[in-house]
Nanobody
Framework: QVLVVESGGGLVQAGASLKLSCASS????????IGWFRQAPGQEREFVGA????????GISDSVEDRFSITRDTAKNTVTLQMNNLKPEDTGVYYC????????????????????WGQGTQVTVSA
């Protein structure tokens, strides 16, 4: 079973920054589109952003585009989600996932395209 692990979550005050990391010992991230999703209690899973296999293209949800960014570190086989100016509405469990293809695009926001998912890391932002 492929292991995908998120880390870096925590409890922070509004306006603070967090960097989430996604790592895997079973996947070569260079061969996968890597997406980030989040889910608040009682709400549906929401697309946050994704990065292409090469790392040259990325997409961020309109709701966080001005504050979040995604990058690859090929040497460490990791993908990071940098979150700045966090708001209480950013609170939720953040999931990293890998997709083998992206529907003829460089990346995709469709959760159904992602086959490998991490366990999630909790992000809590207090007012």
């Amino acid at each position: 079973q492929v292991l995908v692990v998120e880390s870096g979550g925590g409890l922070v005050q509004a306006g603070a920054s967090l960097k989430l990391s996604c790592a895997s010992s079973g996947l070569d991230f260079n061969n996968y589109v890597i997406g980030w999703f989040r889910q608040a209690p009682g709400q549906e899973r929401e697309f946050v952003g994704a990065i292409s296999k090469s790392g040259s293209n990325s997409g961020i949800s309109d709701s966080v585009e001005d504050r979040f960014s995604i990058t690859r570190d090929t040497a460490k086989n990791t993908v990071t989600l940098q979150m700045n100016n966090l708001k209480p509405e950013d609170t939720g469990v953040y999931y990293c996932a890998g997709a083998r293809s992206a529907s003829s695009r460089w990346w995709t926001s469709a959760a159904s395209a992602y086959s490998y998912w991490g366990q999630g890391t909790q992000v809590t932002v207090s007012a």
